[in-house]
């Protein structure tokens, strides 16, 4: 297959994290693996709401355009090549390097260009994943001052305000178990996010939707089994969420060589620079039936991250907020839709006035 794109429109934000299957397997998954006696109660019967929400990010917002396209996709991965910087060091504070790196060379790229929009450039999935438990954090003194629904009617009243705070806080854990799910995607901790830089071109979506939907049907068991067996993993043990997204990370990238070595490519892709033009011809490789054989313990083991991650997220979220019992809240409403919320860790910059 050939592409053929203007260089300066060539975008990281351009790729989904997990594919559809992948987000909603993670998120299904992680509704059982919670610990948290009051929020496992409530998710036992929401693994299906959950996985819709964690798909959020890429099948809806990506599809408003404008603000929801500039500054949320961006914000789906870490490329720490750009900066030359490994994993380990980059700093937590996320203003720091947005100060320290406007301006230098892109050192993926190393053609003289500079990084002009860190979040933009650089990705910021810890941080986004960071800004929603700070929301549901920021419901406890709403929660302490809301009384719990006392009766059937209550229940099922959607205006109660305990009832929206249970709404709220759950819609944002969804939101945010898929940034959690793309930090434990390889390709999404890398700058060679398609494989472009080593004749992988179109490993993205191979991947992570082609090799993900060789599974059979019991795709949710089989993470569900492996994310059991996951006993204290490293990337749990650090203090912070944003130190446990690192850790992932780490982990995470140090799979992309692994899974480069097990591509069957044939022939290997090509880009061609034409006129200030790019023309991409995505590498030939055997059908994803053939890799799966050989990569699906892999894959199970990355969504198996992305699922414990995502529950001890939501725990850590929940006992921030009071661990509110959101059980007493019964209502059918469903999240079709949920507005797109701006990040909040850096400067948007101010429209500039049209002439």
């Known amino acids: 297959m050939k592409t053929i794109l203007l260089t300066a429109m060539l975008l990281s934000s351009t790729a989904f994290g997990w594919g559809g299957r992948g987000h ?17 109660e ?39 090549e750009i900066t030359g910087m490994a994993v380990k060091s980059i700093p937590l504070d996320y203003k720091k390097i947005v100060d320290e790196y406007t301006g230098k060379p892109n050192k993926f790229k190393n053609d003289g260009s500079t990084i002009k929009f860190v979040p933009n450039e650089f990705g910021s999935a810890w941080w986004r994943a960071e800004q929603f438990v700070r929301r549901i954090e ?36 969804g939101l945010m178990g898929h940034f ?23 490993i993205h ?24 067996a996951m006993k204290n993993p490293s990337f749990l043990k650090p203090k912070t969420v944003l130190e446990k997204m690192k850790a992932l990370s780490e982990i995470s990238l140090a799979e992309v060589p692994k899974i480069l ?22 590498a030939e490789r055997l059908p994803a039936s053939v890799a799966f054989k050989k990569m699906h313990k892999m894959v199970l083991q990355d969504l198996a ?24 809240y019964k209502s059918y409403k469903y999240p079709f839709t949920v507005e797109f919320v701006q990040p909040d860790y850096f400067d948007i910059p101010a429209e500039t006035p049209k002439k």
Not at 148 to 170: H, I
């Open 24 to 40: 909603d397997v993670i998120c299904r998954t992680a509704s059982y693996l919670v610990k948290e006696k009051g929020l496992k």
């Open 42 to 80: 409530y998710l036992r019967n929401k693994p299906q709401m959950m996985g819709h929400l964690c798909n959020m990010p890429d099948f809806y917002w990506k599809s408003l355009g404008g603000d929801a396209n500039k500054y949320g996709s961006p914000a789906h991965f870490i490329d720490p």
């Open 138 to 173: 920021a419901l406890k003194p709403q929660f302490d001052a809301a009384k719990a629904p006392a009766n059937r009617k209550e229940e099922q009243d959607n205006e109660l305000p305990y009832n929206k705070l249970v709404y709220q806080m759950v819609t944002d854990m």
């Open 180 to 202: 959690t799910g793309d930090t434990s995607q390889p390709f999404h901790t890398t700058a060679d996010y398609d494989g472009w830089a080593t004749g992988h071109g179109g």
């Open 205 to 228: 979506a191979y991947f992570e939707d082609g090799v993900v939907g060789e599974f059979d049907g019991d795709l949710d068991a089989l993470v569900l089994k492996e994310a059991r």
């Open 261 to 282: 070595k097990l591509d069957p490519v044939t022939k290997k892709s090509t880009v061609v620079k034409d006129r200030g033009m790019e023309v991409r011809t995505d």
């Open 305 to 328: 991250r992305g699922a414990v991650m995502t529950a001890a997220l939501w725990d850590e979220a929940y006992v921030k907020a009071g661990s509110p019992k959101i059980n007493a």
